[in-house]
Each structure stands twice: as C-alpha cells, then as structure tokens.
C-alpha cells in the first residue's frame, strides 16, 4: 500500500524568500515521486521527478526536491519565490513498475506576497 | 504543439442524461488516463489505457466506461449522470504506463450535474 500526504494545505510567503512545500510518502515497494503545478484552469504540469538515480532533483522553475528515505519525504524547495510561482502544487508516488496505483496528494496552495 | 487536447471545455448535464467526454494526445503516446478532481482533493485515477486496444479500472471506475478508438483517442462516457460526478475531468497520456514515467494532462473538462 502507499499513500502521499502534503503537510500545508496553503502556504504563503513573500516575493524574493525561499519556498518550502512539504511532502511525506509511505510506500512498501521502490516509489516514483513527483511534483506536478497547477495554474487557474489549466492542467497539471510536470516539476520534477525521482526515480532512484541522484537523491536531489533539479526540475524547472528553478524548483528542486530532496529525497528521503530515511524520513519518507520529497519537500519541494526554491530559493526565491517569483509572483508567477503562485499556483497549486501536488505530490505525487507510484510504484516504480506501474501507474496504475498513482497516489496523489491534497495538494497545497503557493501564494506569493509582492 | 497542442499536446493533449479535451472537450468539450465545460458542460451542464441534468441527472440521468448521458455524456461522452473527449481526449486526443499528438505525442504518439501508448497510455492514456482519466481522472476527477474533486475540491481539497488530488486526482484520482478513473480508468486508463496502456496501449491502444487495453482499458483498466482505476481507483473509482463506477459509473464510468472508456474507449480507446486508437492510439491518439480515449474517450470517458458517463450513461447516467449523477451529482456525485460533478467534479473536473482530467485526460493525461505518457509513453508508457511504467511507474517513473511523466504524464502530460490536458486543461479538463468542468462539468456540472444538476
């Protein structure tokens, strides 16, 4: 069984400070993970993803997340927040074999103060 | 370069009435998905379509049936609509179903049963 649990529903911060977006996973087999961002009526787009090679992954954006295994964790960071960053972001695992039990979590609202 | 491309965009349906909503991806894609999403929600996997000629139930397919006209088209068809299907509609399609491969998503369809 897996599951994915996003720690902050929303989070907010200021343009120009760092972003941390928090992402807890379980899973009894070797897990993908992913981060995926939503903008206002639009689908979702890919961010990043993990899949056992380098524990730290660099996506786009200038976004990039750590992985855990230790602590079961994929947080999402950025050095500096820019006002286009705002958007809903989800954490995502699979099994590294199939798809077809994709977990999704809650997702968590990024809000950006000019 | 459209991707992945649903209609209709929105759509309001009486209880009962029936509905097919519409998915095309021009990435030469093998798998295909379909999924709700529901407010304070992630997504969750309707059906999906590892190649062309295969669809399996995903982690809600009740009151749901797909097809995969061919490679390039995978379809969802509500028979009788219900209010508890009011929700926003996501098709995403990936090379294949392994579990560390991206999937690109579509806008969604938002559609309301009354």
């Known amino acids: 069984a897996q599951s994915v649990t996003q720690l902050d529903s929303h989070v907010s911060v200021s343009e120009g400070t760092p972003v941390l977006l928090r992402c807890n996973y379980s899973?009894?087999?070797?897990?993908?993970l992913f981060w995926y961002v939503q903008h206002p009526n639009k689908g979702l787009q890919l961010l990043l993803k993990?899949?056992?090679?380098?524990?730290l992954v660099k996506g786009i954006n200038g976004f990039e997340a750590e992985f855990k295994k230790s602590e079961t964790s994929f947080h999402l960071t950025k050095p500096s927040a820019h006002m286009s960053d705002a958007a809903e972001y989800f954490c995502?695992?699979?099994?590294?074999?199939?798809?077809?039990?994709?977990?999704f979590g809650s997702g968590t609202r990024l809000s950006i103060r000019p | 370069n459209a991707g992945v491309t649903q209609t209709p965009k929105f759509q309001v349906l009486k209880t009962g009435q029936s509905m097919t909503l519409q998915c095309a991806q021009d990435m030469n894609h093998n798998s295909m998905y379909w999924y709700r999403q529901d407010p304070g929600m992630g997504l969750r996997l309707i059906y999906y379509?590892?190649?062309?000629?295969?669809?399996d139930k995903g982690e809600v397919p009740n009151g749901y049936n797909v097809s995969r006209l061919n490679k390039r088209e995978f379809s969802l068809r509500l028979e009788s609509a219900a209010p508890s299907q009011t929700s926003v509609y996501f098709c995403?399609?990936?090379?294949?179903?392994?579990?560390?491969?991206?999937?690109?998503f579509g806008d969604g369809t938002r559609l309301s049963i009354l």
């Open positions: 995502v695992v699979t099994p590294w074999s199939s798809a077809s039990k994709i977990i």
């Open positions: 995403a399609s990936s090379e294949a179903t392994g579990g560390n491969q991206p999937q690109h």
């Open positions: 899973s009894s087999y070797s897990p993908s």
């Open positions: 993990y899949t056992s090679a380098a524990t």
């Open positions: 379509s590892a190649s062309e000629g295969t669809t």
